[in-house]
């Protein structure tokens, strides 16, 4: 019988060749769109913030934003580091991100997916806006926050909308967000490195969030279930009342072949969540929600804690330049692995955890030891963990969209995604202490 259900549901899900390819597509430009504001916010901010310097002469003092991670070196330590460690721009970005990640699952099912992406959409824009044209350090920071929540409240959206599609636009949410992380990046140094501003480059990226309106609205080809502009609760009572109609002109059977993926499952259409079965799946995303944190944790431990602090004074390369191909070398590791789906499937996340912490602990015990020959070596390395993550990433949301029942499937899909953002907030409390130690040396 589960069986037959799970049968029904692929059928119910499936769209035609045409639609199947927009719908991948669709879901590769909202991951890019999704991810790009929160990729480029922090550059960017720091470059505003240096132009309000002359104005603010406290600014890098007061703001950790405007800390640049290789203006101010600390000449009495062993180490090439900056007084604040780029924790503390971590920090920033994802704290409002987390927040979001961990109240939202509980009542956003209340608001329509067409409100949520037009808020989302609304929010992104806000942040170029407010960074590009702030005249104080406040205005920088709230620009981030914006960044911040727009993605948060778009990566558990588009997360839980994946359950009304086949799975295969799971491929393309994940190749789209590893994807956004190296397009922001080039993007924005690439507009910045041949001559326009860093305020007319944000102007410019005011593209982006179009972009995801085109995306939602224009390419995807959603089922009639999906609650487009009213609440779900509102959708299945319509859907209710569809079917009670058909029974009464006899043509349910007849009918039941056309709707295909315009009908929605069964077991879906019986009401939201109560509060205490919310808790229950959670308990069981569990297994999937530690494993995912601590990749994070140990990822972005290295990111934010350690990759600033290996640097090779006799490298061709000078220190902000290691650093940033460390950062796109990362970058272009979380593309491949988030679109790997198709090719690799690991249902063994823990594994894919393990790898990560011995990676940090590898590189904790290199910076501590200086024992790495060259920055090739690094290189390597931080292109692995960019793997290691992207992979533990997109398999998680995959088997928790095949695993979960039917009716779970939608809020597990949203709610597991704070496994993420609460590792990399940890990481971010965690290189406070690491980096002070290893600048006091």
Not at 41 to 46: E, G, I, N, P
Not at 229 to 241: G, H, I
Not at 360 to 376: C, E
Not at 409 to 430: P, Q, W
């Amino acid at each position: 019988m589960e069986e037959e259900s799970r049968s029904r549901t692929a059928s119910v899900r499936r769209p035609d060749a045409t639609g199947q390819w927009r719908n991948c597509v669709g879901f590769w430009l909202l991951g890019l769109c999704n991810n790009f504001a929160y990729v480029v916010m922090l550059s960017a901010a720091r470059d505003i913030l240096k132009k309000q310097e002359p104005n603010n002469s406290t600014a890098s003092a007061s703001v950790p934003l405007a800390v640049d991670s290789h203006a101010g070196n600390n000449s009495s330590s062993n180490y090439d580091c900056s007084p604040v460690t780029t924790g503390a721009v971590l920090l920033a970005d994802i704290l409002p991100t987390l927040v979001i990640k961990l109240v939202a699952p509980f009542v956003v099912h209340k608001v329509p997916y067409g409100v949520r992406v037009l808020f989302c959409v609304i929010m992104a824009a806000t942040s170029f806006l407010l960074v590009s044209f702030s005249s104080a350090v406040w205005m920088s920071i709230l620009g981030v926050s914006f960044a911040s929540i727009s993605s948060g409240l778009g990566e558990l959206s588009f997360l839980s909308l994946t359950v009304f599609f086949s799975r295969n636009v799971l491929e393309g949410w994940g190749s789209g967000t590893g994807a956004a992380g190296v397009a922001g990046s080039v993007l924005y140094s690439g507009l910045i490195q041949v001559g326009l501003s860093p305020r007319i480059t944000l102007l410019i990226m005011l593209v982006v969030p179009f972009a995801m309106i085109v995306s939602y609205f224009g390419l995807l080809v959603p089922a009639s279930s999906v609650p487009q502009w009213r609440t779900m609760e509102t959708q299945n009572a319509a859907v209710n009342s569809d079917e009670r109609q058909r029974l009464v002109d006899g043509t349910e059977e007849e009918e039941e072949e056309e709707e295909g993926e315009k009908s929605i499952p069964e077991d879906r259409a019986t009401g939201p969540l109560p509060f205490t079965e919310r808790l229950l799946v959670i308990r069981g995303l569990l297994r999937f929600i530690f494993p995912l944190g601590l990749v994070y944790f140990a990822e972005y431990f290295i990111n934010q804690g350690l990759m600033e602090l290996l640097f090779f004074p006799d490298f061709f390369l000078s220190h902000a330049e290691q650093y940033r191909w460390y950062q796109t070398l990362y970058q272009i590791g979380v593309l491949l692995s988030r679109s790997s789906l198709r090719c690799v499937k690991i249902r063994k996340i823990w594994t894919l955890s393990l790898l990560q912490v011995l990676t940090a602990v590898f590189l904790l015990f290199a910076v501590r030891y200086q024992f790495l020959p060259s920055a090739w070596l690094v290189f390597a390395i931080v292109l692995c963990e960019g793997l290691l993550g992207g992979a533990a990433y997109v398999n998680t949301f995959y088997f928790i969209s095949e695993e979960a029942e039917d009716r779970h499937r939608e809020f597990a899909m949203a709610a597991a995604s704070v496994g993420d953002s609460l590792g990399i907030a940890l990481a971010g409390l965690a290189a406070f202490p690491i980096h002070r130690y290893f600048c006091s040396l």
